[in-house]
């Protein structure tokens, strides 16, 4: 079973320095570029742990600045850097709590009163993390020259948030507890949230390489996992424990309640509270170094880099394979949680699953961070397609197994768990292989620009089947009431039919029929199309990736 789809989680978990040095130095090279140039330096979120893959002393002179001990904090914290690095942590961690609720515990709460087609709609809601590439330029180009390239986006981007958290806790848990949900309004909400956090994920990215110094640059890596894993974590496992009151009254509370100790209006409110006090830190206690790079960064010029990129004569075959290479898995992990959820496992369960699943993708992102350093990085990013696809099969069979008494057993859940890891495993083998094989191939001149698109299409790879799979499975599904006769694919029908004193009768379960179609496709991509293109791409020389002329770089728009 898939692991219900978030922006990626960081597969390293801050292991930098512990990677046997690796011959991909194209990524170390990336990171002075993106020192001096201010275009194109974020990550998408997927891309978490990326950088933390090459944190290696390729160089001399690294070597001999590494050479010089500085002095540390708790035995790890460079005392030069050690403030920087804690707000760092706490800007990413502001990233992860949206990210959180967004891609973890709305689709689980809204899914008890929403149909499969009403989750597809609000699946667009994460879009902007994955399109954040088209008006990325904009945020590098465009700033007040006496507040910092960037804080004046970090700035209103964050107060705004809180302001939204803030309007959004006044209603939410009525809104929530009502017996309608306008799927549009909380796509659109969300949406905006989500377009709001993809911004300050840009700017703080970008931040990040210029508020450490030289000899702490690794530790931007490790500031962007801790914090959005954490940020994550409390917004997804953790609030969905306090906010379930079952949970609250088997393992925190003496005497039972029938309500839970958090609820969501509360939660929103204490984040928007932390959104200001930080905001109001940044603002008034950090101050920003200019940088040279403030004056040769333009709109157009990064966007014509991107178009140069695009033109490359491999590049549309890569392009393809990363926008169609997940199609096979979509249906699982966007599907297969949801399913459990519908058949009667409890929210907080899965949420268990993610957290033990968690430390697994730490150990998971070392491994894999060494197989994929050879001559073939994406080698084993096939072999995990491999098991992917596997599992996107046998997530069917996890559904189809669940006990028709709805009593969920020690031995059901451990499958559960089991599935989740695994899948988890060949997730992260794939993402670090990719990252890997993006190191090895962008142009080292414009290597900013270069990997930030490369992540977005495979990001957006992920992201664009989602909504016509959840449309799928809801078009598929065939049920009737058993007193009416009418429909009851819908949860509006399904009250409907028990409101009628009748029973929901499944005739046709469009899981299974899209479950199938997604892996029967996939196969036919795969030796059709993924596996030839792969292997071809990982054999050409890394001269016919770069991009054949200079790219101009003109002035930003300082005011």
Known sequence: MGRNHHPKRGGNGGRQGSLPESPVLAEKLMLHERKRSASGQHTPIEAITAPLLNNHDGKQADRAHADVEQ????????KNDAGNIVLLTFLYLLQGVP???????????LKQRLSFSDM???SLAGYPYSLKLLWSPIVDSIFFKSIGRRKSWIIPIQLITGLLFYILSQSIDDVLSGHSVNIYWWTTIWFLVIFLCATQDIAVDGWALTLLSKENMQFASTCQTVGINCGYFLSFTVFLAFNSAEFCNKYIRSVAQSEPILTLGPYLALWSTLYVAITFWVTFFKREKREAADEHVTIASTYKTIHGIIKLPHMIKFILVLLFAKIAFICNE????LKLLELGIQKEDLALAVLVDFPFQILFGYFAAQWSSGKRPLRPWLYAFYGRLAFSLFGMVVVSMFPADGNVTMSYFAVVILTTVLSSFMSTVQFVS???FFSHVADPVIGGTYMTLLNTLSNFGGTWPRYFVLEAVEYLTVATCSTTGESCTSEAGKTTCANADGTCVLMRDGYYWVG???????LVLLFNLIRPQVRFLESLPSSVWKVPRAVATGGGTAH
Request: aromatic share 14%; no cysteine.
């Open 71 to 78: 002095p540390h904090i708790l035995g790890f914290l460079p």
């Open 99 to 109: 990210v959180g609720l967004a891609f973890g515990t709305l689709p689980f709460l």
């Open 120 to 122: 597809a709609v609000f």
């Open 334 to 337: 966007a599907v297969t949680a």
């Open 434 to 436: 990719l990252g890997a």
């Open 516 to 522: 199938s179609a997604s892996f029967l496709l996939g």
